[in-house]
């Protein structure tokens, strides 16, 4: 599932399945969050210490069109690293054959713990 | 699912199933933005006319608590009901026998749509 | 400026000024944002040892009706009070003689600073 | 003020001005928060019917460094326009001689009226 990781920047790849999809045939909203939050989180900890771990803080995600098709990818990239919080823009797609169309953008906060209560 | 239906608010209430915990053994974020989201969306259809569909345009979703127990409710309260638009508050709590414990506060809004472009 | 302070709930009242509004005579919507993040980042503060200061990390607002009248009021109430971490609910709301209508309502995150990096 | 203008994209420039600033020297976190939401309606604007007018239906920005220096930068930029709803991101910069720093990063939707109700 995890697509690509580079320092800062982390791609997931979710083939479609009967089980992830509306009413409508579409991928369901509540998956498309799901591998957003993720892209973002992945993102985030390829910056910080190993013994590290991360949590999200919030995420705020604007759904711009119906997300079909084969498979679905989610771009989680660090706008904004620090010691303590994390901030990425997560950006969701959909791909059908050759045409992309970009089903989500967000904006997400994370937080680095480390034996730390949040 | 559905555990409760008036006008302008609908609580969703899901058992917990290990196939939506995560590495911790709480529900994970994607699950409990899906149930989020559907909360409000349902919550904001309530006061909409019957031929009508209702979908998400936004959420933002603040997690406060790691949510964990027997089961976890979703509510969805409608904030302002318009023509077009509808902006409902967010709410996630989970249950561990008489304990609740609030998971997660959003904010939602969500477009009307009768056979109109978004 | 500062109407009510208890722990953890702080309002704002600011009076009507021709300077604040746009070109409908209605509060102008910077305003009205900067009221709300004062409100939320007060209630933190309320909560926190006297030695240390608090920054918005992020805010989200939705703008529910036109803001006008003699005066417009902001609450900010701690949702969720941590070490490091503060949640905040906001409301707005515009009275023009009895009649108070909600302009605004939003979400807020903050972070506790003593001498540390953000 | 208003530094750039193409279809679906403006640059808001504000000089610092001492009365924009709050306790630490720093241009106001209202005051950002205005000067991005403006950036972003006048870029929806760009795309839309000459009889419309927009609205700010809802945005979330978070703060990501002080903004000092001589002038501060907003841009925004239309995600998706739609014939009701248009997105935006937002970025707000601020300069100090040749240094740029980003200090806020957002997402804002609006709504095209054309005397219809929200």
Known sequence: MLHQVRRGLVVIRMPFQP???QQHGYFH????????DSAGGYAGFTLLPEDSSVLTVEFKLNLLNPAQGDFVESIGRVVKGGRTLTVCQLGVFSSKGERWVQAAIGQQTLICMQNRER
Chains 1, 2, 3, 4 share one sequence.
Do not use: R
């Not at 909203?29 to 591998?35: D, E, K, M, P, R």
């Open 29 to 36: 909203a509540g998956g498309l969050s799901a591998i957003a």
């Open 19 to 21: 089980e992830l999809s």
